[in-house]
């Protein structure tokens, strides 16, 4: 049976997450109220503005059960955004900012600067098949990086060279998934295949 795989739809490339989803074998579905929400069985979180995100979910009454359905174990992947809604603590936040927790990091909002620094790469991730020899293509827009991951997340990605050599850029703690980059731009099914795959076991 196909899962059904929720992408929260406040902000953000939603439509391309869905549109993967469907591609990667799954049911897809936004959610804006709790209601969607429990009819999921995994959730993307996307890209946005953090701060806004967290607002947003306050004014949807969405923030306390979505935090409850992953402190439950409910699968769910954030890019960029999501990946700092998901970690357990924040550098660089906002004085009244939260997060929905999941991930034993701590991530760095805006950690590669401002838009103007956007940038692309490629990288090796760990648990994407082939990504040795075919490297997946990763797009850094106002990215977040990892600065700490606790003694259970695996380390799935860092950027290899330039500048910010070294960083962390993709984690996974059991079936939580947070990548600092925009798999859903670059046509590359491997991530949101992993998730799917995920969220079926």
């Not at 990086?145 to 380390?155: D, I, N, S």
């Amino acid at each position: 049976m196909r899962p059904t795989v929720g992408v929260l739809a406040l902000q953000g490339d939603v439509r391309e997450h869905l549109a993967m989803l469907e591609t990667c074998g799954a049911t897809s579905t936004s959610v804006r109220r709790p209601a969607e929400l429990e009819r999921v069985d995994g959730l993307v979180i996307p890209g946005g503005e953090s701060t806004t995100i967290d607002k947003l979910l306050r004014a949807f009454d969405l923030f306390e059960p979505l935090r409850a359905r992953i402190a439950a174990g409910m699968p769910a992947f954030g890019s960029c955004a999501g990946m700092i809604l998901l970690a357990d603590r924040i550098v660089g936040g906002t004085a009244d900012q939260q997060t929905l927790g999941g991930l034993d990091v701590t991530v760095r909002r805006n950690a590669f600067g401002r838009q103007v620094d956007s940038f692309e790469t490629d990288l090796v991730v760990a648990g994407v098949p082939d990504s040795a020899d075919h490297p997946v293509h990763a797009v850094f827009i106002r990215a977040p990086w990892v600065e700490e991951a606790g003694p259970g997340v695996q380390v799935l990605a860092q950027v290899e060279a330039g500048p910010a050599a070294g960083r962390i850029v993709a984690v996974r703690e059991r079936d939580v998934l947070a990548t600092s980059f925009h798999p859903e731009i670059t046509g590359d099914l491997r991530l949101h295949r992993l998730f799917v795959q995920i969220v079926e076991g």
